[in-house]
């Protein structure tokens, strides 16, 4: 029976399954790397709004430092323009705030805009991700599948492909392009029966030969051959592989010896350049040192000529500008004052003009209010002159109904008295 080499199935499934555990490795990583980038974002973000806040508490500081410093050595007059002009600092300093505020809102607006689209694309990517390792994975069961079927073929057509001889019975020869095997059957050992023929041929006084005995004769003489042939040749290559060592410890011993005399010689050569290069690098270091000092006594010269003149130009200049600065400071005054009294002038009139239109206005309606009260009081006389004629004619009426009541009265009385 012939037997077949195992191909390495399990050892290309290991290494495949190697290779996902990378992948998969890599994308963990790159998403870490993702999510410390995003981290590293809002640490620069946090860290720019903390310097804005440190310049503002910085802008603030240095301003009330000039305040206190101005208040030190000026009058009162000039506090309170400072004052004022400090109100309106306040009031462009808020708008700047608001300003700087709606500027942030509109930073962290934007950076959550970046943000969402950021996961957006990391979703996007997942999923692409994601659905490659579906189609990897897919790709990779078909290979198998398909790698699997052609082993199966491959073994099939190899079974094919084995050739057998037998070269004598129960003795048969198996080889194909990888192996070469041999089986010993059953037959081999058991004893021929002799035929016919045999028996005819074979002379009585001749014992007859197996021919099995003589192929294991010749099998045994050829092992016996092959095992002295390979002593032989480990005795040569043990031989051989000394001579080598030997004549390699030679030629390591002589490229040894040629590069310490090498290196010598080259040490030697690199000494004298050295020195020589000391000995040109000295000299030109004096010189340039002599160039430098008299290029520094020249420099500290002019550097104190420029000192006076820069001095003289500097108090000349503090002079001009204190002037200017006094003029400028006069002419300012001058015309704060010019436009307080043209403000006030226009206060002045502006509530002259109000309280007048306000008395007009107060005149009209208490003419009108007076012209209502004359109509409702004149109203209200007629009817009580009304109410008082009609009065009298019921208190009229009553007396002349008293009056006829009185004289039936009497009549009644006269009336009762007369038959007494």
Not at 210 to 237: F, K, N, P, Y
Not at 350 to 366: D, G, P
Not at 398 to 403: C, P, Q, R, S, V
Request: hydrophobic share 20%.
């Amino acid at each position: 029976m012939a037997r077949l080499h195992p191909y390495k199935e399990e050892e290309e499934e290991e290494e495949e399954e190697e290779e996902e555990e990378e992948e998969e490795e890599e994308e963990e990583e790159e998403e870490e790397e993702e999510e410390e980038e995003e981290e590293e974002e809002e640490e620069e973000e946090e860290e720019e709004e903390e310097e804005e806040e440190e310049e503002e508490r910085r802008t603030r500081r240095r301003r009330r430092r000039r305040r206190r410093r101005r208040r030190r050595g000026e009058e009162e007059e000039e506090e309170e323009e400072e004052e004022e002009e400090e109100e309106e600092e306040e009031g462009r300093r808020r708008r700047r705030r608001r300003r700087r505020k709606r500027r942030r809102r509109r930073r962290r607006r934007r950076r959550r805009r970046r943000r969402r689209r950021r996961r957006r694309r990391r979703r996007r990517r997942r999923r692409r991700r994601r659905r490659r390792r579906r189609r990897r994975r897919r790709r990779r069961r078909r290979r198998r599948r398909r790698r699997r079927r052609r082993r199966r073929r491959r073994r099939a057509t190899e079974i094919s492909k084995v050739f057998e001889e037998e070269i004598t019975p129960g003795f048969t020869l198996s080889h194909s392009k990888e192996h070469i095997d041999v089986t010993l059957g059953e037959e081999f050992f058991e004893k021929q029966k002799p035929t016919e023929e045999t028996i005819k041929t074979t002379v009585p006084g001749t014992p007859p030969k197996l021919e099995t005995e003589d192929v294991v004769a010749d099998l045994v003489e050829q092992i016996s051959e092959l095992t002295a042939i390979i002593e032989q040749l480990r005795r040569d290559h043990q031989v051989t592989h000394k001579q080598l060592e030997k004549d390699m410890e030679e030629k390591c011993t002589e490229m040894q010896e040629e590069h310490d005399n090498k290196m010598r010689e080259i040490q030697g050569f690199h000494i004298l350049e050295v020195n020589n290069l000391e000995e040109q690098y000295k000299k030109e270091l004096r010189n340039e040192r002599a160039t430098a000092q008299e290029k520094l006594a020249a420099m500290q010269k002019e550097y104190k000529y420029l000192k006076n003149a820069f001095r003289m130009y500097q108090d000349s200049i503090s002079d001009e500008m204190e002037e200017k600065w006094l003029r400028r400071q006069a002419e300012w005054k001058k015309s704060e004052r010019t436009e307080r009294e043209k403000a006030l002038l226009q206060q002045k009139q502006s509530l002259t003009r109000r309280f007048e239109m306000e008395l007009e206005e107060q005149k009209k309606i208490i003419q009108n209010n007076s012209f209502l009260l004359g109509r409702v009081y004149e109203q209200e006389r007629e009817e009580f002159q009304k109410q008082q004629q009609t009065a009298l004619e019921n208190i009229d009426m009553l007396n002349a109904k008293i009056k006829a009541c009185v004289l039936i009265f009497k009549k009644i009385i006269s009336a009762i008295e007369a038959p007494i």
